[in-house]
């Protein structure tokens, strides 16, 4: 047996479709903002999410932006306390920002650009995993770069270009895919090309160190031992994912392009509820006489709230699986120009359910109007 709500829907669709509509829009908006702030952690963290690493050191983190951000700082002689644990085979210290230049084209032109080194060797744990293996002999190679796709797109080269770093000529060795540039244009050195190109000398500081354990170890046993050790020296150790998930934070949370994000996804957020709202408190207002009708025919007060909250919450429910579809297709096109909406699952959820709140808000404003109507309502 249908209910009376849905088949007021159904027999009265054309004023509710623009409900609908709105509602959709509503919800891609919220969802394609969000994604966007998401994204870009995501994009600017990528390369510390392809580490090989067990284990990563960090100095403590009073707040996330200290202890993940750029200014977090190791002396490069706290490497002997990592080594004094028998589980460790390896330790490296990891500080991949070498600096920024100017590439020059052969045009003529140029773009802003960052440099970023990347250790080619066998047993380094910075060559991220999605690379292939012979991008090694590439980058070990004296002058060679390699650029990420909306990188090489960006600077408008490919494979064998040649390009002018701080007087230094470079080739494009290769381009690869998986490694969003997060909205920057990143080159990638081996460390000796990378200090050529910035004119920069070894550092006494890194930025944090990774540690790679023997096989049989224990990551979570070998983290609660080297903690008291750790602390002494202001550091801690950490998995890696924490490591990404930290280093997106922070760099959301120190760029000003990352609080332009921010601010426009609360603004997005703000406007899309607010006009969301309106529009189906509007369509509510606007079947007052039918709601008359249903008084002059003796339903309850309580009986046509009920049929105003079904209604909402099932105009909600019609909206949001097409808003996700439209937010999953704008993702696509968005990659399309190497702009990364980044929708999780959680994600998902949580704009779904935001959707559905509005809806049902937008029934309980309506409702002091809805039942007060009276029979009278169908002689105006």
Known sequence: MI?????????DWQRHVTAIVVLVLAGLLMTTQLGLVSG?????????????????VIPVAGTSIRGFGRRGAIPTRRIGQIWMHNDVEFVQG????????QWLTEDGSSEFILIYTMDPGEDSMTFPRRFPESVRSVLATQGMVVLPRPTARALDVDVGSSGEINGNTVVVGAVVEGLPSGFSRRVFASPQTAREL?????????????VRLREDADVDRFIDEMSPLLSRYGLQAIRPEEYAAGRG???????????????????????????A????????????????????????????????????FLTGVV????????????????????IVIALSTELVIGTSVL???????AGVVSLTAVTRVEPAELLR
């Open 277 to 312: 709202s309106q529009t189906l408190r509007g369509a509510f207002l606007a079947q007052l006489r039918e709601f008359g009708s249903l008084r002059a025919l003796g339903v309850s007060k309580r009986r046509m709230a009920a049929v105003a909250m079904e209604q909402a």
């Open 94 to 101: 990891y500080s991949p920002r070498q600096g920024s230049a």
């Open 40 to 56: 870009f952690a995501e994009s600017s963290s990528e390369l510390e999410r392809q580490l090989r690493a067990d284990v990563v």
């Open 3 to 11: 209910s009376l709500a849905r088949a007021n829907l159904i027999h």
């Open 198 to 210: 910035s004119s920069t000398r070894p550092q006494q500081f890194v930025r944090s160190y990774l």
């Open 355 to 361: 959707l559905l709140v509005v809806a049902l808000v």
């Open 319 to 338: 909206s949001v699986p097409i808003a996700i579809v439209l937010s999953h297709a704008a993702r696509v096109v968005a990659r399309q120009f190497d």
């Open 249 to 275: 934070i922070a760099e959301l949370l120190t760029s000003s392009f990352g609080w332009i994000l921010i601010g426009s996804a609360v603004f997005g957020l703000v406007v899309g509820c607010g006009i």
